[in-house]
């Protein structure tokens, strides 16, 4: 019998570090997955800012258990103009007006369709959706505000032995426990990416 689970993670940081430098360090999403456990590999597909997340977790049967998401990307800069700037489009304002009054950065995650099915249960190997978002906002003293959050659904087979059980206690079960890898996991990623800035504590 298949099932559908969903994790969540979220987390908040303050980065030591210069506002630009930090913004455009985590939007490199196979830089910062690289440093997930569960992470096997993050490649851009031929569909511009579309990318394909490969993880691989193991199974309590020890058997692999491999989930595909198809990933799309998109940036945008939060910007705050004092009222005295009059403008009737955005790009009429210029690149200096622009840096000068840009106080984060947003970037965000939705599933894109794969290009084939994915869903291979025989052979362990299911697709999964993602979302999320990674907010990140310029601190005086040279700092960035960092937010992150992100959903996975994944779709797959359910052993026999939790059969027995109700179905909305199994759900349960299975949700709490992929949240709580998930956040573990992030965690992760923020401690290893800590080596890289001058500090990282959460907020």
């Not at 291979?120 to 959706?129: H, V």
């Not at 032995?161 to 998930?182: H, Y």
Request: aromatic content about 12%; hydrophobic content about 35%; glycine content about 4%.
């Amino acid at each position: 019998m298949e099932m559908d689970a969903t994790g969540v993670s979220k987390g908040e940081w303050i980065f030591h570090g210069e506002f630009d430098r930090t913004t455009a360090y985590l939007s490199d999403q196979k830089k910062i997955l690289g440093f997930n456990p569960f992470c096997h590999s993050v490649e851009q597909t031929s569909t511009e800012n579309v990318y394909r997340w490969h993880f691989r977790v193991t199974d309590p049967q020890n058997n692999p258990f491999d989930v595909i998401f198809y990933v799309e990307q998109s940036d945008e800069l939060l910007v705050e103009l004092p009222e005295e700037i009059e403008y009737s489009d955005s790009d009429d304002l210029s690149e200096e007006t622009i840096k000068r009054y840009t106080v984060g950065k947003k970037v965000r995650w939705k599933y894109h369709k794969p290009p084939q099915n994915i869903n291979d249960p025989k052979n362990y190997l299911f697709e999964g959706k993602a979302s999320g978002n990674l907010f990140m906002y310029r601190m005086q003293g040279n700092r960035t505000r960092v937010h992150f959050e992100l959903k996975v659904d994944v779709r797959f087979l359910l052993y026999p032995a939790f059969r027995i059980l109700p179905l909305k206690i199994v759900r349960s079960m299975i949700n709490a426990g992929m949240s709580m890898i998930m956040q573990t996991a992030t965690n992760k990623i923020f401690h290893s990416i800590s080596k890289d800035f001058i500090k990282i504590e959460r907020a």
